[in-house]
């Protein structure tokens, strides 16, 4: 079974600061994808940014990024000059090479403070 | 439309009855995706469909649920008999095609369901 942890429920930050949110997983397939989506009070989720596992590069996109390492198979994203405009739910999904849905973590919810 | 819509946006109903829950993806997108999301809670797959392909309905949790899909258009997922435990947001997401693994999918806004 694949499933995906986020072990954070809560987490605030403080306007322009930085923050990561933890996220690991486990399966037993060497090919996958990651994703961090980002769901704010109005239910919307939207794509943050993507990694594929075969990639050693950390995606990044914008003052988002995140730090891949698959041997720990952990996939935390950081955000960079937080922004009132980023408090939201985080959440980290999953999904292998042999599959098409999304398997979810529980969320991270994110509050940036003034 | 640009995005995915839903609709309805909010749904209150009676336990026992039927509710009907409609998804518009993004235009071209052939694949389609329902998920619930409980409160608190991650979003768990329920059902998807790949254009005129046989659905994978592997995530539905009981017979009193089912969904359909037209071709690559509309989709309707329907929750017979309604219980309690089916209070939740029901998400639908699109993608272009499922040509390769690790598509982006693209979310609308949800419907949200109480059954009272």
């Known amino acids: 079974a694949q499933t995906v942890t986020q072990s954070q429920p809560e987490m605030s930050v403080q306007e322009a600061e930085t923050v990561t949110l933890s996220c690991t997983y486990d399966t037993s397939e060497s090919n996958y994808y990651l994703f961090w989506y980002k769901q704010p009070p109005s239910r919307q989720m939207i794509l943050v940014i993507r990694?594929?596992?075969?990639?050693?590069q950390n995606a990044t996109e914008n003052r988002f990024s995140v730090n891949f390492q698959k041997a720990a198979k952990s996939f935390s994203l950081k955000i960079s000059d937080s922004q009132l405009g980023d408090t939201a739910m985080y959440f980290c999904a999953f999904t292998s090479n042999s599959g098409y849905a999304l398997n979810f973590g529980k969320g991270t919810s994110l509050l940036v403070t003034p | 439309g640009a995005g995915v819509s839903q609709s309805p946006s909010n749904k209150v109903t009676e336990k026992g009855k039927d509710v009907e829950l409609r998804c518009d993806p993004i235009s071209g997108h052939t694949a389609l995706y329902w998920y619930r999301q409980r409160l608190g809670q991650g979003l768990e797959f329920l059902i998807y469909f790949q254009g005129n392909s046989a659905p994978d309905k592997s995530g539905l949790p009981s017979d009193r649920f089912s969904a359909e899909r037209t071709g690559e258009s509309v989709s309707t997922l329907t929750i017979q008999r309604t219980q309690q435990e089916d209070s939740a947001v029901y998400l639908c997401a699109s993608s272009l095609v499922q040509g390769y693994r690790g598509e982006t999918q693209y979310f609308g806004p949800g419907t949200r369901l109480l059954v009272l």
């Open positions: 990694q594929e596992a075969y990639k050693q």
